[in-house]
């Protein structure tokens, strides 16, 4: 199996919240990423969290990690239609090189 | 704009022939990867490379090679193309000063096989 899973889809109101989901498999883990890919452009780094943190706010951006399930969220705030992307979720492990997920796509509906 | 450089922005070809890819990364980052994102294979580590060496290789198929020169600009070449081999081809760049991981992505090169 792939050893960083994300739902491929997510589709909200703006203004609304929305959470997307992670889950990873190296429990070995330094570091945990979200990284955005808007159309027609590569990835950047939106925020990452060092995984012996829970909790990492970045304004709209609130990270949680759940380090015994494996699982790392990310929560927009008042979610606006510039935030329709494809999301990333990426862990790094001994090799700092990140394995990233598929990726979730974001639409945001006004 | 991330500071990373990706020629040409599009490349069409045909089957069985061969092409190259140029980046050139972050000024002062000593590492460039390169990536494949495609459709059904979601986004694929190829290789790293860091001050002229090879440091790490991923999924990077025998008919691909890499290297970094000593601009620390790097190319991919693509050879005997097959139609599975359209993709995004991205290359990232990271350096001093940078978390732990962090890559600065280019823009991409799409690669059409027909």
């Known amino acids: 199996g792939e050893d960083v899973e994300q739902s491929l889809f997510l589709s909200v109101r703006e203004g609304d919240s929305s959470v997307i989901n992670c889950t990873y498999t190296?429990?070995?883990?330094?570091?945990l990423y979200w990284y955005k890919q808007e159309p027609g452009a590569g990835l950047q780094l939106l925020t990452y969290?060092?995984?012996?943190?829970d909790m990492k706010q970045d304004q709209r951006l609130t990270v949680l990690l759940n380090k015994k399930d494996k699982h790392l969220s990310l929560r927009i705030a008042d979610t606006q239609t510039g935030d329709s992307a494809i999301y990333f979720c990426?862990?790094?492990?001994?090799?700092?090189?990140?394995?990233f997920g598929r990726g979730t796509s974001l639409i945001v509906h006004p | 704009d991330s500071g990373v450089t990706q020629t040409p922005k599009h490349l069409i070809t045909a089957t069985g022939q061969r092409v190259t890819l140029r980046c050139s990364p972050r000024?002062?980052?000593?590492?460039v990867y390169w990536y494949q994102q495609s459709l059904d294979q979601g986004l694929q580590f190829l290789i790293q490379?860091?001050?002229?060496?090879?440091?790490a290789k991923g999924n990077i198929l025998e008919r691909f090679s890499a290297q970094q020169f000593p601009d620390l600009h790097s190319e991919l070449n693509l050879s005997s193309l097959e139609l599975g081999d359209s993709a995004l081809y991205f290359c990232?760049?990271?350096?001093?000063?940078?978390?732990?991981?962090?890559?600065?992505f280019g823009p991409g090169t799409r690669l059409t096989v027909l």
């Open positions: 990232a760049s990271s350096g001093p000063g940078t978390a732990v991981g962090e890559q600065f």
């Open positions: 190296d429990s070995s883990s330094t570091y």
């Open positions: 969290i060092f995984s012996n943190m």
């Open positions: 990426a862990e790094g492990g001994g090799s700092y090189i990140p394995t």
């Open positions: 000024s002062g980052d000593l590492s």
């Open positions: 490379y860091y001050n002229g060496e090879e440091r």
